[in-house]
């Protein structure tokens, strides 16, 4: 792909603002640094500064960075940025050329990815990452002033509004609202640990979020704040929300509202926003206003995921339903296969064991809804077999057991056999039925896709949980990335594909024999 000059001084300026931010370099420090003028380094980093063809400060601002360099969340960082090394070099000139080669390249900064939303959402109910323990601010540290200036200046007036909030008597719905750029949140690794420790104290109060996200992000960016908020988004405090209409984006704005408390506002022109004002209000008044303001926005949007765990499980369900309905081409992937292969005599033994009638419901209502579209549109399983003696232990779970039975069950060797000869016989039966396998995937994440209809991410537990997207550019990069995994799987020819199987099949079988 080729670049214009101006899309290679703005990558580069992204990259060097990224590198600055995750070493808290400021402008004269580097210039300092490199023998540059403080000024030209603030134009390069607004991408307004051409890249001369004999660049001889990039060496030397790379080695500046490599010595900087030294904790292990910035190695990972950097790494995760150029994504083409596994490792950091321990050796610094190494370190550092690996960095200047980077900053060259006419090529865009590794941004986060659907995996990376996946991962979260894996340890999201069990831990959230990002939310360490320690204490946070306390209001009493800050200043009683109205006016905060650029970047430093939007952490402090943050940091203030959360302390206020989680130091009020009683608990209250925050509005949150922000198409401003994002890197004073992100760019600051120190920052971000502290802004979500705080939140998750004003959480703690009993206080809720109502936050407007912004989708005419770059996509990267919008699964990026995806990828953070999510853990904090199972826990039910928190409801998401877009506004489905494009914006021009010249005109930014961020309304952060507590309104019993206070208000964080700021406007800024494009990404110019280093040195623009951020009002603190603490008017009850005018705080009042902005409250009025943001629901008069909220009123346009929409939800942008419903979330579902063990408390609303019903409500999933009947989604579910819905979904599995739609005509179209669906892409499910997981470790073990889904209840619409399941085979009736295993369906029978389950329905008989546990008297559950949603299970039921369920079973019944998905075997239909295959039965009625497969003739009409492809239906794929991307599957990741567990190991034969994961299987034998009797430690591989049925998918969302604990949202239908309250509790986990677990395949038997002889069920897992029989769902594995099920697969065969739709396999052959079905020309529009394909299983792909791949061994890359090993935890309990299970993506179920209907092209152009919407996405369902659900972790089968426990406890189990999952959201479901239908808004077109999310919807789209999840699609996507199952496209992907069904390109990359290991074994995708059908015939290929059942001769493994039938072998997994008479494996299963002999060791049972042999038992």
């Not at 000139?93 to 941004?111: P, Q, T, V």
């Not at 905060?148 to 940091?159: D, F, H, I, S, T």
Request: aromatic share 12%.
């Amino acid at each position: 792909m080729e670049y214009n000059i101006t899309e290679v001084m703005i990558m580069f300026s992204y990259k060097l603002n990224f590198l600055m931010n995750i070493t808290n370099t400021s402008n004269s420090t580097i210039a300092h640094n490199v023998s540059l003028d403080a000024s030209h380094v603030s134009r390069l980093r607004r991408g307004e500064r051409k890249l001369p063809k004999k660049q001889n400060y990039l060496l030397p601002m790379s080695e500046y960075f490599a010595r900087q360099i030294k904790e292990e969340y910035q190695k990972n960082m950097i790494l995760e940025a150029i994504n083409s090394y596994d490792y950091f070099p321990n050796d610094y000139n190494m370190a550092a050329r690996m960095i200047c080669e980077w900053l060259m390249e006419e090529k865009e900064i590794s941004e986060p990815s659907v995996e990376k939303i996946l991962n979260s959402f894996t340890a999201g109910t069990t831990r959230n990452d990002a939310m360490v323990h320690g204490e946070g601010a306390d209001s009493e540290n800050y200043i009683d002033k109205e006016y905060y200036y650029g970047l430093e200046g939007k952490r402090e007036a943050v940091v203030r509004f959360l302390s206020m909030v989680a130091d009020a008597e009683k608990p209250q719905t925050l509005l949150l609202f922000s198409d401003e750029e994002l890197s004073w949140l992100y760019g600051d690794r120190k920052f971000s640990i502290m802004w979500a420790e705080m939140l998750k104290r004003v959480l703690s109060k009993g206080n809720r979020i109502k936050i407007i996200h912004t989708i005419n992000r770059d996509i990267n960016e919008m699964l990026e704040a995806l990828a953070k908020w999510l853990p904090v988004y199972i826990g039910g405090a928190i409801e998401p929300y877009y506004y489905p209409r494009i914006r021009d984006g010249v005109f930014k704005r961020t309304l952060f509202i507590a309104p019993k408390t206070a208000a964080v506002v700021s406007t800024s022109v494009q990404d110019k926003f280093q040195d623009m004002v951020n009002f603190f209000v603490t008017d009850k008044v005018a705080v009042n206003s902005l409250t009025i303001e943001y629901n008069n926005y909220y009123t346009l949007c929409r939800p942008l995921m419903k979330i579902f765990n063990t408390v609303n499980y019903n409500k999933f369900w009947n989604l579910f339903e819905e979904i599995e309905k739609e005509k179209c081409t669906c892409i499910i992937t997981g470790q073990v296969p889904f209840i619409m292969t399941m085979p009736c005599s295993m369906a029978e033994e389950i329905m008989n064991l546990t008297k559950n009638n949603l299970f039921v419901k369920i079973y019944n209502k998905s075997k239909e809804s295959f039965e009625n579209i497969i003739n009409d549109a492809n239906i794929t399983e991307i599957l990741s077999i567990p190991s034969i003696e994961k299987i034998f232990e009797g430690t591989v779970t049925l998918p969302y057991s604990d949202m239908i039975f309250g509790r986990e069950l677990y395949y038997t060797k002889e069920q897992f056999s029989e769902h594995i000869e099920s697969l065969i016989y739709n396999l052959k039966k079905y020309k529009n039925y394909n299983v792909l396998l791949n061994r890359g995937r090993k935890d309990d994440i299970f993506l179920y896709g209907k092209e152009d209809r919407g996405i369902i991410v659900s972790k089968s537990g426990p406890p189990s949980s999952a959201f479901a997207i239908n808004e077109p550019n999310m919807s789209a990069a999840f699609w996507d990335y199952l496209s992907r995994l069904s390109d990359d799987a290991q074994i995708k020819d059908k015939k290929e594909v059942i001769l493994y199987l039938e072998k997994l099949a008479d494996k299963l079988f002999m060791v049972a024999e042999s038992v």
